[in-house]
T-cell receptor
Framework: EPEVTQTPSHQVTQMGQEVILRCVPISNHLYFYWYRQILGQKVEFLVSFYNNEISEKSEIFDDQFSVERPDGSNFTLKIRSTKLEDSAMYFC??????????????FGPGTRLTVL | GENVEQHPSTLSVQEGDSAVIKCTYSDSASNYFPWYKQELGKRPQLIIDIRSNVGEKKDQRIAVTLNKTAKHFSLHITETQPEDSAVYFCAASWNRYSTLTFGKGTMLLVSP
């Protein structure tokens, strides 16, 4: 069964550094998402992406964040200047995009980002 | 935007008992309600979902009920087993992009 994959599994960085988190969504899926989960807390929506542009973003997704689909398979989240509070698990998700509002989302295994 | 409340935060049951987790949502336009199971350090895994045109859905030991009038939905697990121990998240999809708003999670502990 196809799965969403993410790399790296764990990223350690110094405060102020830039990081890029990578995701490969399921191949025939059209909608892509980034969520984050601070340790012990709920999963929070960051951004959705469709047809090569952002379709929705949350208040968390400020100017320090950006997303890109650089080729036909990868979907990346860039944090320009990391802060301590960016430490979290970042999940990528995708869905087929066939049923607006009600499509099942499939999550990747996550990247644990630690900002020192 | 949507707001999802989930209760209880922790639930301890004996193996074989039933477990019920409840969620309420705020946006009456939400019409898709998935439940995810997350084991420690792992990705959220979809275990069951329900769409607003259905009141109840069952898959073996797991069932979900939806009351659109009251804006709440519940997860029912019967004959619980130790391997059901995990954190369970409810969510609601509130826009055409299927963006999910999650509840805070319920840690289910099933004792043998």
């Amino acid at each position: 069964e196809p799965e969403v994959t993410q790399t790296p599994s764990h990223q350690v960085t110094q405060m102020g550094q830039e990081v890029i988190l990578r995701c490969v969504p399921i191949s025939n899926h059209l909608y892509f998402y980034w969520y984050r989960q601070i340790l012990g807390q709920k999963v929070e929506f960051l951004v959705s992406f469709y047809n090569n542009e952002i379709s929705e973003k949350s208040e968390i997704f400020d100017d320090q964040f950006s997303v890109e689909r650089p080729d036909g398979s990868n979907f990346t989240l860039k944090i320009r200047s990391t802060k301590l509070e960016d430490s979290a698990m970042y999940f990528c998700a995708s869905n087929e995009g066939l049923e607006p509002y009600t499509d099942t989302q499939y999550f990747g295994p996550g990247t644990r980002l630690t900002v020192l | 935007g949507e707001n999802v409340e989930q209760h209880p935060s922790t639930l301890s049951v004996q193996e074989g008992d039933s477990a019920v987790i409840k969620c309420t949502y705020s946006d009456s336009a939400s019409n898709y309600f998935p439940w995810y199971k997350q084991e420690l350090g792992k990705r959220p895994q979809l275990i069951i979902d329900i769409r607003s045109n259905v009141g109840e859905k069952k898959d073996q030991r797991i069932a979900v009920t939806l009351n659109k009038t009251a804006k709440h939905f519940s997860l029912h697990i019967t004959e619980t087993q130790p391997e059901d121990s995990a954190v369970y998240f409810c969510a609601a999809s509130w826009n055409r992009y299927s963006t999910l708003t999650f509840g805070k999670g319920t840690m289910l502990l099933v004792s043998p």
